[in-house]
């Protein structure tokens, strides 16, 4: 999966005018990996990480994507989840739980509504603040070496 199979198409998109900046929460997309166990390591089915997924879907109420993935390769904090913008920035948490899904929820739409495409600290529910992993930026403000 790359990242133009995870964002839709924004011309389409009814909330907001995206040639004049305006951002919305179909801007943002919730990736959570699906096969996450919870912290006995269980192998139990469905996964710990595929319970997290159903509870953000349930959180988003339609008006936020939610994917998921086989794995982020964070096993070691367990719970993970990526929040993607597109031309913004993304990020990977871990040490979630099955009920972080209205956290990952309120997170993307602060990433949606940020204006540098950061998810400001001020408000950020503690759980993405603790399990703050990487921040990748966008491919645009990358700098070659001199």
């Known amino acids: 999966m790359n990242r133009d199979d995870v964002f839709p198409d924004l011309t389409d998109v009814a909330a907001g005018d995206p040639s004049h900046g305006a951002t919305n929460d179909a801007d943002v997309t919730i990736v959570v990996c699906a096969t996450c166990r919870d912290e006995s390591g269980s ?3 469905p996964r710990a990480g595929t319970v997290l997924a159903g509870d953000a879907r349930r959180a988003a109420g339609g008006t936020v994507a ?3 993935v086989d794995c982020l390769g964070n096993c070691k904090r367990r719970l993970s989840a990526a929040l993607l ?3 913004g920035w993304s990020y990977i948490f871990g040490d979630l739980t099955t009920a972080s899904g209205a956290d990952l929820v309120t997170g993307a739409r602060l990433l949606s509504e940020s204006a540098d495409g950061l998810i400001p ?3 950020r529910p503690d759980c993405l603040k603790r399990g703050l992993v990487a921040r990748i930026p966008p491919l645009d403000m990358l ?3 001199p």
């Open 43 to 45: 192998d139990a089915h």
């Open 66 to 68: 939610v994917r998921t």
């Open 85 to 87: 913008r597109k031309g």
């Open 121 to 123: 600290w001020r408000g």
């Open 143 to 145: 700098k070659d070496i």
